[in-house]
């Protein structure tokens, strides 16, 4: 497989030549072509899912749905750079991540769906639910990270969010606490351009990244469509928090191709032209281009590729439409560790509201 050296951070250019920089590529020299092949169909079946459940929310079977077409090899390059035992704080995005942890792909939809607080129980995959609160999970990661390194366990935490979350206040007072108690904990901003429709130039003259700065924690910006560079970055960032040596900063920039949410128009407040720059810079594309310019990319491949995504929708699908109407007194389930008595007086004030609507007339 042929190397060149390029001097612009890159692993993989848009026309699949893979390129040399001292940054990243000793980090993915493992990566041959079984593994290429392996990246690349995670790309495609995270992008499978995202579509397969967009479809289901336009059809009516989801209430809402967060696309992350385009944000894939941000979220699979970094997935696959974590241990077993490592932990995730999740955003509402990172369905990539949730597969490339083992999440079965018919629980992804169910909090989308009405059905569930949550699709899975965060300790089976070491990743915790999604978070709506922007910017909430941050404290959260400092927080188990910080315990963790007080127990002893050798084990990085990752927390993604997106780049409107570093407007918020959490996220400033978790880069201060990771700082302070140098907790083992990598930041991961997929800086996909927009915060719903407010522009990222708004929000941050400057780099993302150099914000990190302020707090003493070293960062770095990646290309968040090239899946090796992202890989290689992760990789860099979870050693260094495993072997001790504090907290880090990844600023992934990508781009959202869809819209913020299935509830959101972005013709309304970005245009076509720079939707269209950024579709030549596809994270699918550019690893196909790789795998074609090595020979890697035959009939048998895709078929296998095919194959596998069209499984994982067919579940996504089917476990959505099948998922059980949940019993409405449920929704007070796992709330809380221990019982709560303010909980319980809500639950008594629910249960008998639901008495007199099985009393009334038809």
Same mark, same amino acid.
């Given at each position: 497989?042929?190397?060149?050296?390029?001097?612009?951070?890159?692993?993989?250019?848009?026309?699949?030549?893979?390129?040399?920089?001292?940054?990243?590529?000793?980090?993915?020299?493992?990566?041959?072509?079984?593994?290429?092949?392996?990246?690349?169909?995670?790309?495609?079946?995270?992008?499978?899912?995202?579509?397969?459940?967009?479809?289901?929310?336009?059809?009516?079977?989801?209430?809402?749905?967060?696309?992350?077409?385009?944000?894939?090899?941000? +979220?699979?390059? !970094?997935?696959? =750079?974590?241990?077993?035992?490592? @932990?995730?704080?999740? %955003?509402?995005?990172?369905? $990539?991540?949730?597969?490339?942890?083992?999440?079965?792909?018919?629980?992804?939809?169910?909090?989308?769906?009405?059905?569930?607080?949550?699709?899975?129980?965060?300790?089976?995959?070491?990743?915790?639910?999604?978070?709506?609160?922007?910017?909430?999970?941050?404290?959260?990661?400092?927080?188990?990270?910080?315990?963790?390194?007080?127990?002893?366990?050798?084990?990085?935490?990752?927390?993604?969010?997106?780049?409107?979350?570093?407007?918020?206040?959490?996220?400033?007072?978790?880069?201060?606490?990771?700082?302070?108690?140098?907790?083992?904990?990598?930041?991961?901003?997929?800086?996909?351009?927009?915060?719903?429709?407010?522009?990222?130039?708004? +929000?941050?003259? !400057?780099?993302? =990244?150099?914000?990190?700065?302020? @707090?003493?924690?070293? %960062?770095?910006?990646?290309? $968040?469509?090239?899946?090796?560079?992202?890989?290689?970055?992760?990789?860099?960032?979870?050693?260094?928090?495993?072997?001790?040596?504090?907290?880090?900063?990844?600023?992934?920039?990508?781009?959202?191709?869809?819209?913020?949410?299935?509830?959101?128009?972005?013709?309304?407040?970005?245009?076509?032209?720079?939707?269209?720059?950024?579709?030549?810079?596809?994270?699918?594309?550019?690893?196909?281009?790789?795998?074609?310019?090595?020979?890697?990319?035959?009939?048998?491949?895709?078929?296998?590729?095919?194959?596998?995504?069209?499984?994982?929708?067919?579940?996504?699908?089917?476990?959505?439409?099948?998922?059980?109407?949940?019993?409405?007194?449920?929704?007070?389930?796992?709330?809380? =560790?221990?019982?709560?008595?303010?909980?319980?007086?809500?639950?008594?004030?629910?249960?008998?509201?639901?008495?007199?609507?099985?009393?009334?007339?038809?």
């Amino acid at each position: 497989m042929s190397i060149v050296r390029n001097p612009r951070g890159r692993s993989v250019q848009p026309d699949g030549q893979r390129v040399y920089d001292p940054r990243y590529t000793p980090d993915v020299s493992d990566i041959g072509p079984t593994q290429l092949q392996a990246l690349y169909e995670d790309l495609v079946v995270v992008r499978r899912i995202d579509t397969e459940a967009t479809a289901l929310q336009r059809q009516g079977e989801l209430a809402l749905w967060t696309p992350l077409h385009g944000q894939e090899a941000a +979220q699979v390059g !970094s997935a696959r =750079a974590l241990h077993s035992d490592d @932990y995730v704080f999740n %955003s509402y995005r990172e369905h $990539g991540v949730a597969y490339c942890r083992g999440v079965d792909p018919g629980l992804i939809t169910a909090p989308w769906r009405g059905c569930a607080h949550s699709g899975w129980d965060p300790n089976t995959v070491n990743m915790t639910n999604p978070s709506i609160v922007v910017g909430s999970q941050g404290l959260h990661a400092v927080g188990f990270a910080y315990a963790a390194q007080m127990d002893g366990d050798d084990i990085a935490t990752i927390v993604y969010f997106g780049d409107g979350a570093t407007s918020q206040g959490d996220i400033a007072e978790a880069l201060v606490f990771a700082s302070t108690w140098s907790a083992p904990v990598v930041f991961f901003c997929q800086n996909n351009q927009w915060a719903i429709s407010e522009p990222v130039h708004i +929000q941050s003259p !400057s780099p993302i =990244a150099q914000r990190a700065a302020g @707090y003493g924690i070293p %960062s770095i910006q990646v290309d $968040g469509n090239d899946v090796l560079a992202v890989l290689a970055v992760a990789r860099q960032a979870i050693r260094r928090s495993r072997e001790g040596a504090g907290p880090a900063f990844i600023e992934a920039i990508t781009y959202r191709m869809g819209p913020h949410t299935t509830a959101d128009d972005p013709t309304r407040y970005r245009s076509n032209v720079e939707v269209d720059a950024w579709r030549v810079r596809d994270p699918l594309d550019r690893i196909r281009r790789l795998l074609e310019r090595n020979g890697f990319f035959d009939d048998e491949f895709v078929a296998r590729v095919q194959m596998r995504s069209d499984e994982v929708a067919e579940r996504v699908r089917s476990e959505t439409i099948g998922m059980p109407d949940p019993a409405p007194l449920s929704i007070f389930d796992n709330v809380y =560790a221990t019982t709560h008595s303010k909980l319980d007086s809500q639950r008594e004030g629910y249960s008998s509201y639901l008495d007199t609507l099985e009393d009334s007339p038809c």
